[in-house]
């Protein structure tokens, strides 16, 4: 199985972005797919996050009410469009899947599959 993101790039402050993440590979079905995200020097850390069934959402309060998860379980894809972005955001952000478990994690052990990381960067 493979999570293929991609969408990120260089935006201005208040701009912004969508992200876009495709699983591939064996018969695969996940009951969570999200996002972290990692700046350097730093620890990876959660952004959002989707389950499927029944339906939740769920963000890192630093991001609540400027991105918006989403996606579709029959396509194995997530979403996270970025608006109002903040140099703060700029990261290599990971789409991330979750087939072991029925229940939103936000820590990174929570997550069985990972994809490559897209660079975003956010210029003032």
């Known amino acids: 199985v493979q999570l293929q993101a991609s969408g990120g790039g260089l935006v201005q402050a208040g701009g912004s972005l969508m992200l876009s993440c495709a699983a591939s590979g064996r018969t695969f079905s996940s009951f969570v797919m999200g996002w972290f995200r990692q700046a350097p020097g730093k620890e990876r850390e959660f952004v959002a996050a989707i389950r499927w069934s029944p339906e939740i959402t769920y963000y890192t309060d630093s991001v609540k009410g400027r991105f918006t998860v989403s996606g579709d379980n029959a396509k194995n894809t997530v979403y996270l469009q970025m608006n109002s972005l903040k140099p703060e955001d700029t990261a290599v952000y990971y789409c991330?899947?979750?087939?072991?478990?029925?229940?939103?994690?936000?820590?990174?052990?929570?997550?069985?599959?990972w994809g490559q990381g897209t660079q975003v960067t956010v210029s003032s």
């Open positions: 991330t899947a979750r087939t072991s478990r029925n229940a939103i994690s936000t820590t990174t052990a929570g997550y069985d599959y």
